[in-house]
């Protein structure tokens, strides 16, 4: 069998979301999260489970899923903190990298994306669109207004690339003054990052939150956990509402 032939035979693939709060569910996003982030970031992530990249947060979210049907794999997750549960869950989680008093002024209803990730085989627009697609409805239908999430750069080679993707979104997709956050532990300085001229290659996720209209609310945090740059980042659903939502049911169709 040629390879042409061998990829005329595989089937294509079709991938079905679902949000649940299902522990079984929960854990299996947990799973994929450890082996995606410990991979990426070489971390073991100090969970307390081995395998699994579990914090208080996941039992007050909302769990959106990604799996192929073919094979049964999960290959993404994301996660969504409703503003309704945070006095639940303590506050939102970015509160523990950002000071976020001034977003605390936003009117209507805020909730946090975290903990994405993406299967490496599946990184391409498709996946990456249906998953948005479903974060999409879920937040209008639960009336959402501001989403609001850390966006993560790995830092294995030190930090200079960290630097360079997250000066150059600064000076292209930064907020308002007025929704600035600041960081609680700065991310270490690096003046090479500052003459660096080459190309910056921004990550897959943080490209796709920027497509959509998000802002990025100032300076990232370093999270030596994770070993990763964080920043913040904020949508405003009516902005993705009426750009997008067309665009992601056609792609959900179709996945």
Same mark, same amino acid.
């Given at each position: 069998?040629?390879?042409?032939?061998?990829?005329?035979?595989?089937?294509?693939?079709?991938?079905?979301?679902?949000?649940?709060?299902?522990?079984?569910?929960?854990?299996?996003?947990?799973?994929?999260?450890?082996?995606?982030?410990?991979?990426?970031?070489?971390?073991?992530?100090?969970?307390?489970?081995?395998?699994?990249?579990?914090?208080?947060?996941?039992?007050?979210?909302?769990?959106?899923?990604?799996?192929?049907?073919?094979?049964?794999?999960?290959?993404?997750?994301?996660?969504?903190?409703?503003?309704?549960?945070?006095?639940?869950?303590?506050?939102?989680?970015?509160?523990?990298?950002?000071?976020?008093?001034?977003?605390?002024?936003?009117?209507?209803?805020?909730?946090?994306?975290?903990?994405? +990730?993406?299967?490496?085989?599946?990184?391409?627009?498709?996946?990456?669109?249906?998953?948005?697609?479903?974060?999409?409805?879920?937040?209008?239908?639960?009336?959402?207004?501001?989403?609001?999430? +850390?966006?993560?750069?790995?830092?294995?080679?030190?930090?200079?690339?960290?630097?360079?993707?997250?000066?150059?979104?600064?000076?292209?997709?930064?907020?308002?003054?007025?929704?600035?956050?600041?960081?609680?532990?700065?991310?270490?300085?690096?003046?090479?990052?500052?003459?660096?001229?080459?190309?910056?290659?921004?990550?897959?996720?943080?490209?796709?939150?920027?497509?959509?209209?998000?802002?990025?609310?100032?300076?990232?945090?370093?999270?030596?956990?994770?070993?990763?740059?964080?920043?913040?980042?904020?949508?405003?659903?009516?902005?993705?509402?009426?750009?997008?939502?067309?665009?992601?049911?056609?792609?959900?169709?179709?996945?």
């Amino acid at each position: 069998m040629t390879a042409q032939t061998a990829r005329a035979a595989r089937p294509a693939r079709r991938l079905t979301t679902l949000i649940s709060r299902d522990p079984a569910h929960i854990e299996a996003a947990q799973r994929l999260r450890y082996e995606v982030f410990s991979r990426e970031y070489q971390s073991d992530l100090g969970g307390e489970v081995p395998g699994l990249d579990a914090d208080r947060f996941d039992a007050f979210c909302d769990h959106l899923l990604v799996t192929d049907n073919h094979t049964g794999e999960l290959v993404a997750t994301t996660r969504v903190l409703h503003q309704s549960r945070i006095g639940e869950a303590g506050g939102f989680y970015s509160e523990g990298e950002f000071n976020l008093d001034n977003l605390r002024q936003l009117p209507g209803q805020v909730a946090e994306l975290g903990r994405t +990730c993406v299967h490496p085989d599946y990184r391409n627009g498709a996946t990456i669109s249906l998953l948005w697609a479903t974060v999409a409805e879920y937040l209008m239908s639960r009336q959402v207004d501001y989403l609001i999430g +850390c966006a993560s750069i790995g830092m294995s080679d030190g930090g200079l690339k960290a630097w360079r993707i997250t000066q150059h979104l600064q000076r292209t997709y930064l907020t308002d003054p007025a929704l600035r956050v600041t960081p609680h532990r700065a991310l270490p300085h690096l003046t090479d990052a500052v003459s660096d001229d080459r190309q910056v290659e921004v990550p897959a996720l943080i490209r796709a939150y920027m497509r959509l209209g998000a802002r990025v609310c100032g300076a990232p945090c370093w999270d030596p956990d994770f070993r990763c740059a964080d920043l913040l980042v904020m949508l405003d659903v009516k902005q993705l509402a009426g750009r997008y939502s067309r665009h992601f049911m056609r792609q959900q169709q179709q996945a």
